[in-house]
C-alpha cells in the first residue's frame, strides 16, 4: 500500500507491450525501453521509438533511478476516486538523470503537500498497490 | 478525403489551401444554453437544442431544408457519462443518440432533410471540424453543409461520474498515469506546462487574472452566453485570486464551465453564398495539430514548438502573417494555456514569455488590443464555438457591444490544446 494515509492508486494492468516493465517493477527494478537503432531511451513504453520510428530495434535497459523534480502542482479537488481521500497531495514532475527527456510523475511521498523543493535531487523507491502489483514513485533525497 | 485524416493540414510545406477564399461561412446558429439537462424537458436535451441551432443557423442563412446536402457533427459532447442505466423516453429519445449527441442521421431524420448527399457523424471536436467541413465543400462532396457541434452536462459533479475516475485499476496507457492521479484531458498536463512556463520566465498564477476578468467581461457582453444569462455580475481580481483551488495553483475561475448548448454553422461554396442573406465570410486555410510529447508529459518546450509550427502551417495556407489577423479567438478552457497560442502566434507582436504583461495591458474590445472578443469558453460556458460565432459576427460587425474598434477584416479561431487543435482563418475577402 502507499505510504501516503488516504491513498488508494489505481493499478497498473500490465498488457504484451509493458508487462516486461511491470514485471521488473516487481522486483524493485525501473528499466525502460531502448532503441538500439538510434540509442534513445523512452517511455512510457510504445510499439515503436518515438524517435526514428523503428519497431523492431526496442529493447530493455535498467536505469539507476535518480532524478531531479521539474515542477508540482498539488491536488485539492480530484476527480479521481482513489486520490480523494490523501487530498491534498502532491503531483510532480520527474526528470531523469540519465535523460532529461525522460519525465515520470510523482506523488512525492515523504514531502509534506506543498513544501515541494523544486529542482532537488530524488530517488527512486516503490509502493505497493492493491492488486500487489509495485509502482515505481520517487522520494526526495534527505 | 482520402481517409479519416487525410483531410487535415498537419504538416509542413503544403502550400496555399487548394480551396483558399472559395468556400465560405454563410450561417450560424446558437440554441439556449443550461448550466445542465434537467432530465425532463425535451427540446432543452442535446438532441432538442442541437435541432434548435440547427434550424437557427439555416434560418440565418436564409436557406430552406433542401439546400442542405451535407450533415457534419462530432460524437465528442463531453457527456463524460451515458443517459442510461436511466429509463430511456419515448423516440426519438428511445437511445443515447439525441440524448447525449445528436448524430447526423438523427438529425437528418428528426430536422426531416430530403437531399442529404454527405453525412459524417463522427469528426473530431469543433476545432478541427471546422477545417473538416471547409475542406469537405471545397472538395466536392457536399455543396452546402450544416455543421453543429453539442456540449452536454448531465446531472452529477463533471467528470466524477466518469467511470473511469472510479476504476481501481489502470488498463493500457493510463497505467503509467492514473495510479499518480492523472486526469485524462487537458487540465494537468497543461497545468504542468504552465509550471514550467512560470518557472522560465519568473511568472505567476496571478497574472492570469486580468484575462480572467477581460473574458468574463466579453462573455457579459453575450447575450445567449452562460454568464450573460444565469449569473449576470463581473467577477473581481479579488474573486480571482481567492478562488476555489482546484489543483494549485488553478483556481476554478480558470476553467470553463461546463454547460448545456449547441452551435450549428453554415458552410457553402463562394460560388452559393453570393446571393445569401449573409454577407460571405470565406474560409482562407484551416490547420491542425496532432502532435504529442516524447515522454509521461508533453513539456513548454514540445508546446512551444507545436503552436510555432501550427501558426507557419496558418500563414503559409492562407498567406497571410501575423500581422493580418484582426480578431483572435484560441481556445481558453483552462487560462493556463492560452498564452501558448498568443505566444506561438505572435498575435499583436508578443513574444515568448510576454503573454502575462499583455494580458495587463488593455485588451478590451473596445482598446487596441481585444484578445479573445468572444469572451471564449472562459467568459461565455464551455460552448467551445464562441471562439468560431464572436469571430463571424466580428468579421460582419454584428457583434453588438462586443464589437471591436480596430480593423475587423480577418479572423483566426481554433481549440483546443498547443498540441492537438485545428484552427481556421475567416476573411471578408475571398483573396
Known amino acids: ?142 | 478525403m482520402a481517409s479519416d485524416t487525410g483531410w487535415m493540414r498537419d504538416r509542413e510545406g503544403m502550400g496555399i489551401w487548394e480551396h483558399r477564399g472559395k468556400v465560405a461561412v454563410v450561417g450560424w446558429g446558437q440554441s439556449h444554453m443550461d448550466r445542465r439537462w434537467d432530465g425532463v424537458t425535451m427540446d432543452r436535451s442535446c438532441g432538442g437544442l442541437a435541432k434548435e441551432a440547427c434550424l437557427k443557423a439555416i434560418a440565418d442563412a436564409g436557406l430552406s431544408l433542401g439546400d442542405i446536402d451535407g450533415l457534419i457533427t462530432s460524437a465528442e459532447t463531453r457527456a463524460e457519462q451515458t443517459w442510461a442505466p436511466r429509463p430511456y423516453f419515448d423516440p426519438p429519445f428511445d437511445t443515447e443518440d439525441g440524448l447525449i449527441k445528436a448524430s447526423a442521421e438523427w438529425i437528418q431524420h428528426e430536422v426531416g432533410f430530403k437531399n442529404v448527399k454527405y453525412l459524417k457523424s463522427d469528426s473530431p471536436y469543433i476545432g478541427p471540424m471546422m477545417g473538416m467541413a471547409a475542406q469537405a465543400v471545397g472538395d466536392g462532396l457536399c455543396e452546402t453543409a450544416l455543421v453543429w457541434y453539442p456540449m452536454v452536462n448531465l446531472d452529477g459533479r463533471y467528470g466524477h461520474n466518469n467511470p473511469q475516475n472510479s476504476n481501481q485499476e489502470a488498463p493500457g496507457n493510463s497505467a503509467f498515469t492514473l495510479p499518480w492521479g492523472y486526469q485524462a484531458g487537458a487540465m494537468f498536463n497543461n497545468l504542468v506546462i504552465f509550471q514550467q512556463y512560470c518557472k522560465k520566465y519568473g511568472k505567476s498564477h496571478d497574472g492570469l487574472a486580468p484575462l480572467c476578468l477581460n473574458l468574463r467581461r466579453n462573455g457579459l457582453m453575450t447575450p445567449w452566453g452562460y454568464y450573460a444569462m444565469h449569473e449576470p455580475h463581473q467577477i473581481t481580481t479579488e474573486e480571482y485570486l481567492n478562488g476555489r483551488l482546484i489543483e494549485e495553483p488553478l483556481v476554478v475561475y480558470d476553467c470553463d464551465r461546463p454547460v448545456n448548448t449547441c452551435a450549428a454553422f453554415i458552410f457553402t461554396t463562394a460560388e452559393r453564398a453570393k446571393d445569401l442573406r449573409q454577407k460571405p465570410i470565406y474560409v482562407l486555410n484551416h490547420a491542425q495539430n496532432n502532435g504529442s510529447g516524447r515522454s509521461t508529459m508533453a513539456t513548454l518546450e514540445e508546446h512551444q514548438d507545436a503552436v510555432a509550427s501550427l501558426a507557419r502551417k496558418m500563414w503559409e495556407g492562407s498567406g497571410l502573417g501575423a500581422a493580418d489577423v484582426d480578431i483572435f479567438n484560441p481556445y481558453d478552457g483552462y487560462l493556463t494555456f492560452t498564452q501558448q497560442f498568443l505566444e506561438g502566434f505572435q498575435w499583436h507582436g508578443v513574444k515568448l514569455g510576454e503573454a502575462h504583461d499583455f494580458y495587463a495591458d488593455d485588451i478590451r474590445v473596445e482598446g487596441p488590443h481585444p484578445f479573445l472578443s468572444s469572451g471564449g469558453n472562459n467568459g461565455t460556458g464551455r460552448t467551445r464555438s464562441a471562439l468560431f460565432s464572436d469571430s463571424l459576427q466580428q468579421l460582419r460587425g454584428t457583434a453588438g457591444p462586443r464589437q471591436v474598434t480596430v480593423r475587423a477584416e480577418t479572423a483566426l479561431a481554433g481549440c483546443n490544446t498547443p498540441d492537438s487543435n485545428g484552427f481556421i482563418m475567416f476573411s471578408k475577402s475571398p483573396s
Open chain 1, 1 to 142: 500500500m502507499s505510504t501516503i494515509p488516504g491513498l488508494v492508486r489505481p493499478a497498473p494492468v500490465p498488457n504484451d507491450l509493458t508487462k516486461p516493465f511491470w514485471d521488473a517493477c516487481n522486483e524493485r527494478r525501473l528499466v525502460l525501453q531502448i532503441c538500439t537503432a538510434c540509442e534513445s531511451l523512452q517511455y512510457p513504453p510504445a510499439p515503436r521509438c518515438n524517435q526514428c520510428g523503428m519497431a523492431d530495434k526496442l529493447d530493455w535497459r535498467e536505469v539507476q533511478g535518480k532524478g531531479h523534480i521539474d515542477v508540482y502542482l498539488v491536488m485539492r479537488d480530484s476527480r479521481i476516486k482513489g486520490f480523494q481521500g490523501a487530498q491534498p497531495i502532491n503531483f510532480a514532475v520527474i526528470t531523469l538523470d540519465e535523460d532529461p527527456g525522460i519525465n515520470f510523475l510523482s506523488n512525492l511521498p515523504g514531502t509534506p503537500p506543498g513544501e515541494v523543493p523544486v529542482g532537488a535531487p530524488v530517488e527512486l523507491i516503490f509502493e505497493e498497490t492493491s492488486t500487489g502489483q509495485m509502482v515505481h514513485e520517487w522520494q526526495v533525497i534527505k
